[in-house]
DNA sequence: TGGTTGACTAAGT
DNA sequence: CACTTAGCCAACC
């Protein structure tokens, strides 16, 4: 493991793989962790790339806790019963009581 | 090497 | 209050 080796992605992924189940963030509160908030977009390009990745992706959202990235996912519901699975609610793509679930890593770590 | 892209966010209309 | 515009930054072609 040499972490000058790793990229932004490797270490969005680091932090993703954190993420308590139950639990949720944005892609903001990832990058504002790895430096700046205005990298959240990088953020969603890595999750892109998460497919092979062992990172639960469907923990990530947008700010609004909104369920933008499921159509990447494989069904259409899938990231959304990924999240029900882990008691989260979900409705109409957005996570219920987000403000609640939300996971901040430069708080919780 | 340079230009395009995007699972975002904040601010403006 | 909902939609539009602009800024941002790393990876990809």
């Known amino acids: 493991m040499k972490p000058e080796t790793l990229g932004f992605f490797e270490k969005v992924y680091e932090v993703a793989r954190q993420i308590p189940s139950g639990r949720v963030t ?3 509160a990832i990058a504002k962790y790895l430096g700046s908030t205005k990298s959240a ?3 969603g ?3 892109n790339s998460s497919g092979e990745k062992d990172v639960p992706a469907h ?3 947008n700010r609004k806790g909104l369920l933008t990235g499921k159509h990447h996912f494989e069904g259409t519901n899938l ?3 990924l999240l029900e699975n882990e008691g989260v609610e979900v409705v109409d ?3 219920q009581n987000f403000e609640a679930l ?3 890593p430069s708080k919780e770590i």
């Open 45 to 47: 390009y890595a999750m």
């Open 41 to 43: 977009r990088i953020v």
């Open 79 to 81: 990231m959304q019963q």
């Open 26 to 28: 944005s892609y903001g």
């Open 59 to 61: 923990r990530v959202v």
């Open 102 to 104: 939300f996971w901040d």
């Open 93 to 95: 793509n957005q996570i």
